[in-house]
T-cell receptor, first 115, second 108 residues
Framework: NAGVMQNPRHLVRRRGQEARLRCSPM?????VYWYRQLPEEGLKFMVY????????ESGMPKERFSAEFPKEGPSILRIQQVVRGDSAAYFC?????????????FGEGSRLTVL | QKEVEQNSGPLSVPEGAIASLNCTYS??????FFWYRQYSGKSPELIMF????GDKEDGRFTAQLNKASQYVSLLIRDSQPSDSATYLC????????FGKGTLLTVNP
């Protein structure tokens, strides 16, 4: 009974490299959310996706960040040309539906460190 | 832009006491409210949600909602050291908007 699976759990990149974070939602869930958490900060919404569609990307930085949730396979959050300020924990969550009854189930997070 | 405000704490209570965590939100139209708990280095986990004005109880936890005051609270009765964590208040439309969280420490 797998929950939300994220990998890698820890990722170290040098400035200018690319980071790819993957998220497999819970079985039966078609809604995926990405959040970023900086040290001593709360969770900041980045993007909400359904299969093959970006529903809301209002929290995504305009440059270097992109997300996808293909028909087959996990959702991917991609950060190009990483900078030190990208160092954070990136959490993926999934839900079975949209709307006020939606309970989010979180993965364990991917912790990105940019050297 | 929805905003959720929480006292960052830390809130320190002795074991067995009642811990009271508070949250205010900016959007008067918000309909549903969630409390998540996050242990250090771990992912958030849902404790309770509440939609209607008043109180909702689940074991040692009680959520309180006052839509007129745009105020949500979480009471933890008989606090245990294992309750020591950061508590995140969140408002839901179709995505969750979180407050920064309140760090709770329960002292044995």
């Amino acid at each position: 009974n797998a929950g939300v699976m994220q990998n890698p759990r820890h990722l170290v990149r040098r400035r200018g490299q690319e980071a790819r974070l993957r998220c497999s939602p819970m079985k039966g869930h078609s809604h995926v959310y990405w959040y970023r958490q900086l040290p001593e900060e709360g969770l900041k919404f980045m993007v909400y996706l359904q299969k093959e569609n970006i529903i809301d990307e209002s929290g995504m930085p305009k440059e270097r960040f992109s997300a996808e949730f293909p028909k087959e396979g996990p959702s991917i959050l991609r950060i190009q040309q990483v900078v030190r300020g990208d160092s954070a924990a990136y959490f993926c969550a999934s839900s079975a539906d949209r709307g006020r009854t939606g309970e989010l189930f979180f993965g364990e997070g991917s912790r990105l460190t940019v050297l | 832009q929805k905003e959720v405000e929480q006292n960052s704490g830390p809130l320190s209570v002795p074991e067995g006491a009642i811990a009271s965590l508070n949250c205010t939100y900016s959007d008067r139209g918000s309909q549903s409210f969630f409390w998540y708990r996050q242990y250090s280095g771990k992912s958030p986990e849902l404790i309770m949600f509440i939609y209607s004005n008043g109180d909702k109880e689940d074991g040692r936890f009680t959520a309180q909602l006052n839509k007129a005051s745009q105020y949500v609270s979480l009471l933890i009765r008989d606090s245990q050291p294992s309750d020591s964590a950061t508590y995140l208040c969140a408002v839901n439309d179709y995505k969750l908007t979180f407050g920064k969280g309140t760090l709770l420490t329960v002292n044995p």
